[in-house]
Nanobody, 123 residues
Framework: VQLQASGGGLVQAGGSLRLSCVAS????????IGWFRQAPGKEREFVAA????????YTADSVKGRFAISRDTAKNAFYLQMNSLKPDDTAVYSC?????????????????WGQGTEVTVSS
């Protein structure tokens, strides 16, 4: 599976962005997908995960109520809608996939990664 992320940019605090991740090579039918982020000088952090088959989803407490993960089955793509952005959300965001349907919160559980897309939130 190859993943291509896009949608990052510069936004003011309180604004919104939608990140996209398009998969190619295989359909994501039996995969779980996730979004992670890494701020400068910090470790990679789990943001959200979604199971393609069970439709279970989990969002990190730090973004719950503001971020939502969704998918487009026809496009084999998934998204991260980010609302009410804060300067602390500034990071490089990466999409990932694992060939298991169960959710996983650690980067080590994901075998496939897209390139990062940078999100900068100004105050």
């Amino acid at each position: 599976v190859q993943l291509q992320a896009s949608g990052g940019g510069l936004v003011q605090a309180g604004g919104s962005l939608r990140l996209s991740c398009v998969a190619s090579g295989r359909t994501l039918d039996n995969y779980a997908i996730g979004w992670f982020r890494q701020a400068p000088g910090k470790e990679r952090e789990f943001v959200a995960a979604f199971s393609w088959s069970t439709e279970n989803t989990y969002t990190a407490d730090s973004v719950k109520g503001r971020f939502a993960i969704s998918r487009d089955t026809a496009k084999n793509a998934f998204y991260l809608q980010m609302n009410s952005l804060k300067p602390d959300d500034t990071a490089v965001y990466s999409c990932a996939a694992r060939d298991r349907h169960n959710l996983y919160y650690s980067p080590q559980g994901y075998s496939y990664w897209g390139q990062g897309t940078e999100v900068t939130v100004s105050s």
